[in-house]
């Protein structure tokens, strides 16, 4: 059977809860969008492999609540990610504000050094 993938990257969304981090997945994995708000439980993952210069590259990215009752599960997932997105809703200031308080979460697990966040 051939190969299903070449390399895999591990990814994870964080960020407020309503910001529409779900929703970014999905449109990326499955081209939809579902307009009802249903709170992550937890942490979820969708997966989705593209081909890059011939090279099958499987993406697995992690979508984490961003309620705060489950920040005990969800911060268990930082280490093992290889890029983290850090998600804001541009109509929430305060959401945007919270980006420097979910970094330092990440920083604070010992993720921070040699991660690349990319800012959305
Ligand atoms: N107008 C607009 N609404 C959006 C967009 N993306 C998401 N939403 C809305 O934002 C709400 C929350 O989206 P989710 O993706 O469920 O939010 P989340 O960040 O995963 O939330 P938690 O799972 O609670 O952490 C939904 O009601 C979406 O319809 C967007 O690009 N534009």
Known sequence: ???????LFRLLLLGDS???????LCRFTDSEFHPAHISTIGVDFKMKTIEVDGIKVRIQIWDTAG???????????YRRAQGIF????????????HIVKWASDVDEV???RGVPFIYR
């Open 67 to 77: 309620q705060e009752r489950y920040q005990t599960i969800t911060k268990q997932y």
């Open 110 to 112: 010992g993720a921070w």
């Open 18 to 24: 309503g910001v529409g981090k779900t929703c970014l």
């Open 1 to 7: 059977m051939a190969k299903q993938y070449d390399v």
């Open 86 to 97: 850090l998600v804001y809703d541009i109509s929430s200031e305060r959401s945007y504000q």
